[in-house]
């Protein structure tokens, strides 16, 4: 007889529910473990090791939280989720599963996560066959971060979900933030829909996809076309021969660009090929362009992407909104399914270029929405993506911008054309520019040539110039704002250039810089206020004073600080000639051969070490311009040294000269000049001194004197190797170079006023060289 029949009702009753609650209890303390350990058997079967932090039974489903999932194979990739339900049917069987919250973390690069994925994907069992109801899959709230290497920022997804039936899959975005070097894109709402397909695949896979639909609310793309200078450490080798050949380089070629290039268009053509049936195409809107140099910017867009796979190719184009006249501007790209050669082109205008989606002050510009822009042109990457070759033409007309280093007031009315034709390299070796040509107006430059460098070398050879045009039409095509001075001058006569170039930097002795120049300019028409004959009185104008601050002050014959030329000392026509312009008697305000060995030298040192500037070229310089260093300012500086050469003497130029420059901060004139370093008049500047004087113009801030007053040892031995050429030229005889070598040059001050030799500062003498000196 059990032992319940002897118990009491009651009692009996107690003892049952009693035994109920501890099945029950039992059951709830069994339910996790069998969770965790089927979840964990399924999870092995993909190859996941898995860790639930909780599990919680809901109504028609489980619910796990705090979940890890890693892959052994796949070490690259952390998956943390805070919650999935697992739905179950009224047999206990899956329906769904639905990931709410995770963050997925990538750690390498992309050619190491791919390998990982493939030894991952492979060593998965596959699922046995069911004929069940299909599972949903769905997901929300998902971050993604993937870090390519430790040093960089991330690449980042957020806010992504996924769902999948039987027949679709969709995936969306919040936002995400992909970017190498010099690349970004952003894409704001992305979301796809992929068509399912039964049936094997390539990989092994049950099913595949096809691109259904493809849309954004904004996809920008960022391109950054210089980056900043390298630290010198980080300088490469220079190239034998030359000491600097460009400034702060780190040029190394980049085998492997192409190849990229071509890898990543022919994953794109594969992509597509594998999602898009035949015939198919995708439309994404709000597309835009943004380019980055420096702190300027340039944006194209929001534009439209079409993507269509037509038979073995794919083709891709991209086009801003349509305006009222004009073709539309259209980039269009074509992919070849299998390996073969990339083509792309560029048609259409003129259409301007806020339709193109360029900005106000984008690279300076201003008033987009009046300039307008055609273009036409084509561009084939080789198969394997070594090179590529360009051809093209276009115009752009109207165009308004201010840039600094053009002018210091807006440029307008700007209309050009330009046409070019060559190839390139895409490790960036090599360029071959077989035909080019920029035209503004009637004026037009030509060129053709090569350039070729390596890590350690550059050779180049180009040769064009300027065809011979009139020089009213030269003037005529000068934007407005950019020469406002010469503007209303008017020219007679032609004017053309002839140029060529040789340069190896591992034989810098063979280069060679060719300049033919045919000038028949004449000035007819001149306004009052730039008529050279108008120096022949007093007049006004400004200058830095010794505080570099601006001061008026007066200038011309009569005015107090005023001295003839008869009454400048011989030597100081000597000076300045042998230290700024040795032809200058010969010229005609310039010196094109002084040019020519300006740019080989400075090739050959790598830097600027020499220019070419003459006496009359400086002259117009002080006479009518400001200090600023512009485009602009060169331009009205060459048509203003045609116009005094043309209108006065060689000796009026140099008694002008000699009495408008500056010789040291707020010393202008060589009668101030001669007072201030020697305590003497003009007429009784001895050799030395006058070549002293003439010596620092490039740069009358640094003085040359050591503590007790004397010109320094490596400065005296300058002027006694100017001496020497000055000698070699016929401007002094024997005696006169005997007698200046033994001079020794002092700084004096007289007893009225003046500065005194410690009112400058005084470099130390191993550093007080001059840069023609310079090893």
Known sequence: MSVLADLPRRTKLAALLGMGCALLGAAALSFGPIVRARAASVAERHGIQLKIGQVRAGLGGVWLREVELRAPLFP???????????????????TSVTVHGALVELAGEPEDLQRQWAAFRGNVKPDAPTTATQVRYSADGVDLVWRVRPHEPAQRVWGLSYQRDAERERVALDLAQLHDSGFELSARHPQATLLRHAGASEDGAVSRRQLESLQAEGLDVSIVLSSPSPSPAAAPAQ??????PVKGSSFRPDPLRGPKLRAALAELSSWAARSLPDGAGLNLEGVSLRFSQGGDTLNFGPSRLRALRVAAQVELSLAPKAEASGTPLEIRLTLPIERGEVKASIRGGPVSLRSLGVREHDFGL???????????????????????????????????????????????????????????????????LEDGELSFGE????????????????STHWQGGVPLASCQAFLDATPRGLAPLISSLRMTGTFGVKAELDFDSEHPDETRVRLNVANDCHIEQVPPELNPRRFASLWQREVRGANKQPIEIE?????????????ISPNMEIAVQVCEDGHFMVHHGFDFEAVQNSIKDNLIKGRFARG???????????????????????????????????????????????????????VYGIGPAAHYYFAKRPSDLSLGQALYIASIL???????????????????????????????????????????????????????????PNSVAYPGEGTDTPSELSP
């Open 239 to 244: 190239p034998r021969g030359l000491a600097h």
């Open 366 to 432: 201003i008033g987009v929405h009046l300039a307008m822009l055609q273009a036409s042109g084509d561009i084939t990457l080789a198969a394997d993506g070594s090179s590529l070759a360009f051809s093209g033409s276009g115009g752009l007309d109207n165009v308004a911008l201010q840039r600094a280093e053009l002018s210091t007031i807006p440029l307008s009315g700007i209309h050009l054309a330009f046409r070019a034709q060559g190839t390139t390299t895409l490790d960036g070796g090599k360029l071959v």
């Open 698 to 756: 490039p740069n009358p801030e640094r003085q040359h004197f050591d503590p007790d007053g004397k010109v320094s040892a490596a400065w005296t031995a300058y002027l006694q190797r100017l001496m020497r050429i000055a000698k070699k030229i016929g401007q002094i005889n024997e005696e006169q170079l005997a007698a200046g070598l033994t001079e020794q040059v002092a700084f004096h001050v007289a007893d009225a006023g003046g500065g005194s």
């Open 612 to 666: 070419a500037s003459t006496i009359s070229m400086q002259l117009a310089k002080n006479l009518y311009l400001r200090k600023e260093k512009t485009l602009g300012r060169k331009l009205q500086e060459a048509v203003l040294t045609q116009l005094l050469e043309q209108e006065l003497s060689k000796r009026e130029l140099l008694e002008l000269y000699l009495n408008v420059i500056e010789y040291a901060p707020g």
């Open 555 to 567: 200038s011309g014959p009569g005015s107090a600080d005023w001295v003839p030329i008869d009454a």
């Open 76 to 94: 690259g990739a952390t998956v943390r989720v805070a919650g999935v339900r697992v739905g179950l049917g009224w047999h206990l069987n899956l």
């Open 443 to 458: 004026a037009r430059v030509r060129g053709s040539g090569s350039l070729t460098r390596s890590e350690h070398a550059l």
